[in-house]
């Protein structure tokens, strides 16, 4: 099969290396992919948002499949543009509508109400209700969490501790329109407090089988602390995931979120992302993403034993039920390295070195997210530049391998944690 994946990030070069690995893929075309992705196939000059000329691609190398990464593809209706414009080429990911359920807290949210699936008490607001959203948050329980309705690139959730900062932050979002038309309606969520894990799976919208699950840490700074990023590390298996608490999200979240799906007839034929927090042993959802999570993918995917290409195939003929999911019985962990100056400004273009003559074992490998090769050279080209994924026989030996090789590897201002899966060492 020729397969063509959508995406540039360390999520896409997983999802490459991971396909690439299949009997089932003939060739692979990345668009646009990443230096590293050019190991597992032919990058292309093609934005994840230019739907024509994607299609033009597709004609060009007789494209079989289509994997989407990331979320904004999807929500402006990728697979909607191929069901119409090339309906023989199956498409990883939902339709548009379906993907609302990342595309709007709102509707994710009344969904999970419609089909009682546990998840924080919240309210909506926008411009014409805005004075009445201000005296919803003078009379709420700290903390408080807002959150803008749409995609804010990750950025669009912020827990306030007072009600002066809430007051400013739902300002700054409906009034100044901090995320443009993203925030132009705001959620009102009660806080939760526990410890927070994510489960993936793959479903055709009726059957569905779990791929796996991860804990990340979203903090700059060590211990959790700083302004939050898009990930600087990720663990897998998350230790308190036992099977005790696995049968409560799968009873209580999944089975009635596809089921759910079925009911209203909306059309899911990818990923789920529930990020989910554990509360005194029962888990809530914190929110959907109907696609594969950065940095989770890079630890989900080595640890899944299963060829992913049959698993998407799978999806597209209506046989997911009859497959069976293997997991290595390893512990993995993947550590970030990042620019100088992330979440907030930072500089492109500068050399990384140390990738030739990299010292690594089996069990490692370096996933490139925001680089780009120019001429013999791999450059940093975005916040997260790349991740070390190891395995380990628990999660210190794994995070202790990942920062080993890390520190072969340097470029100006990089910076990592070392405390990745602190609570669990």
């Given at each position: 099969?020729?397969i063509?994946l959508l ?14 690995q299949s009997k089932l ?13 050019l190991?597992y196939g032919t990058?292309?000059?093609v ?12 004609l060009?190398?007789?494209i ?6 990331p ?9 909607d ?7 023989g080429i199956?498409?990883i ?5 379906g ?6 807290k709102?509707?994710?949210k ?15 607001f ?9 005296k ?6 700290l ?13 669009g ?11 400013t ?6 009034i ?7 925030s132009?309606?705001?959620?009102i969520?009660?806080?939760l ?11 055709d919208?009726k059957?569905?089988?779990?791929i ?11 211990g959790d ?8 590390g ?10 005790i608490?696995?049968h409560k999200?799968i ?12 009911a209203?007839?909306?059309i ?10 554990k ?5 809530f959802?914190i929110?959907?993403n109907c ?7 890079e ?5 899944l ?5 049959e698993l998407?195939?799978?999806i597209?003929?209506g ?8 997991y ?6 993947t550590?970030?390295a990042a620019?100088?100056g992330?979440p ?10 140390g990738l030739?003559?990299?010292k690594?074992?089996?069990?490692s ?8 090769q120019m001429d013999d ?5 975005g916040?997260?530049?790349l ?17 080993a ?10 910076y990592?944690?070392?405390d990745?899966?602190?609570e669990?060492?």
């Open positions: 099969m020729n063509l995406g540039g990030g360390g999520r896409e070069h997983a999802l490459a290396w991971k396909m690439a893929c003939a060739k692979l075309f990345i668009a646009p992919g990443n230096a590293g992705t190991q990058n292309l000059n934005s994840v948002t230019d739907f024509e000329a994607q299609k033009k691609v597709c060009e190398n007789k079989d499949l289509i994997v989407v990464g979320e904004e593809p999807l929500v402006k209706g990728v697979y543009f191929y069901e119409k414009e090339l309906p199956p498409v990911g939902p339709a548009a509508y993907a609302q359920l990342e595309g709007s709102a509707f994710s009344k969904f999970m109400q419609r089909h009682k699936i546990p998840t924080a008490g919240y309210a909506e926008t411009n014409e209700n805005f004075e009445e959203g201000k919803y948050i003078a009379q709420h329980t903390p408080i969490v807002l959150k803008a309705d749409g995609l804010a690139a990750g950025k959730v912020v827990i306030s501790t007072t009600h002066e900062d809430a007051l932050t739902f300002e700054e979002m409906i100044n329109k901090q995320f443009g038309d993203a132009s309606k705001v959620v969520e009660e806080f407090d526990g410890i927070e894990t994510s489960v993936f799976v793959l479903t919208g059957d569905y089988k779990i796996g699950h991860a804990k990340d840490y979203k903090r700059i700074g060590e602390t700083g302004l939050n990023t898009g990930g600087m990720c663990v897998s298996p998350v230790p308190f995931v036992d099977d608490f696995m999200v009873t209580k979240i999944i089975e009635p979120t596809v089921n759910g799906l079925a209203e007839n909306i899911y034929k990818g990923f789920i992302f529930f990020g989910l927090i509360v005194n042993n029962e888990p959802v929110e959907y696609r594969m999570g950065d940095p989770e993918t630890v989900v995917m080595p640890r034993q299963n060829d992913i290409v998407f195939l799978a597209h003929n046989t997911l039920k009859e497959k069976n999911i293997t290595n019985d390893k512990a993995y962990a550590v970030v620019s100088g992330y907030g400004d930072y500089k492109k273009n500068l050399k990384i070195g030739d003559n990299l690594m074992a089996n069990d490998i370096v996933f490139h997210a925001g680089t780009k050279t791999v450059v940093t080209n916040g997260r530049v991740t070390v994924t190891s395995s380990g026989a628990n999660i210190t030996d794994a995070v202790n391998k990942s920062t090789i890390l520190q072969q590897i340097y470029f100006d201002g990089m990592y944690r070392n990745i899966g602190y669990f060492k």
